[in-house]
T-cell receptor, first 117, second 110 residues
Framework: GAVVSQHPSWVICKSGTSVKIECRSL??????MFWYRQFPKQSLMLMAT?????????EQGVEKDKFLINHASLTLSTLTVTSAHPEDSSFYIC?????????????FGAGTRLSVL | DAKTTQPPSMDCAEGRAANLPCNHS???????VYWYRQIHSQGPQYIIH???NNETNEMASLIITEDRKSSTLILPHATLRDTAVYYC???????????FGKGITLSVRP
């Protein structure tokens, strides 16, 4: 299947600092990219959806000023957690899809584990 | 998108077939059934998807009932590495997003 690369795989940062996570589609053009968050023993929760060149659409309850998403090209999206706090510690997973049809497969990255001290 | 219902857990013996059920009784005609799995501390892995017909690939088979209200994912020869949480998701057309439920935890025992 197609490959979605996510970097870094884990990061530790101090409270109040910002962290950037990168997501790349390696062998296809990602028309749409998604960012999910997963807390321990819970399922994945969608945070936002972004289309290349457009502003991201955030799910209810997700602060867009805190979680900045940039989808500047068809192969790259970034998530920046600004002024991170311990409660932002979580597993962040990106996903990418080529095309908008329901038969277009959505592929996932390996995830980034963020620990905020 | 239609909701899905899966049992919370099941187990099977290594080498045997694992049959994972999913109920999606409110599925619409244009909604696809997708299966993903998540092995601990990794991102979800795509397994298979289908609309009406049964589907098979190198990982699994997907059997969709004629009324499309339920489906079964079949792992023909389960291995210990198949231990994971399996998610059954229905998804409709343009701009649709994958919404994850709790999934079913499959434990493959030696």
């Amino acid at each position: 299947g197609a490959v979605v690369s996510q970097h870094p795989s884990w990061v530790i940062c101090k409270s109040g600092t910002s962290v950037k996570i990168e997501c790349r589609s390696l062998d296809f053009q990602a028309t749409t990219m998604f960012w999910y968050r997963q807390f321990p023993k819970q399922s994945l929760m969608l945070m936002a959806t972004s289309n290349e060149g457009s502003k991201a659409t955030y799910e209810q309850g997700v602060e867009k000023d805190k979680f900045l998403i940039n989808h500047a090209s068809l192969t790259l999206s970034t998530l920046t957690v600004t002024s991170a706090h311990p409660e932002d510690s979580s597993f962040y997973i990106c996903s990418a899809r080529e095309g908008k049809s329901a038969k277009n497969i959505q592929y996932f990255g390996a995830g980034t584990r963020l620990s905020v001290l | 998108d239609a909701k899905t219902t899966q049992p919370p857990s099941m187990d099977c013996a290594e080498g045997r077939a694992a049959n994972l059920p999913c109920n999606h009784s409110t599925i619409s005609g244009n909604e696809y059934v997708y299966w993903y799995r998540q092995i601990h501390s990794q991102g979800p892995q795509y397994i298979i998807h289908g609309l009406k017909n049964n589907e098979t690939n190198e990982m699994a088979s997907l059997i969709i009932t004629e009324d499309r209200k339920s489906s079964t994912l079949i792992l023909p020869h389960a291995t210990l590495r198949d231990t994971a949480v399996y998610y059954c998701i229905v998804r409709t057309g343009a701009n649709s997003k994958l919404t994850f439920g709790k999934g079913i935890t499959l434990s493959v025992r030696p």
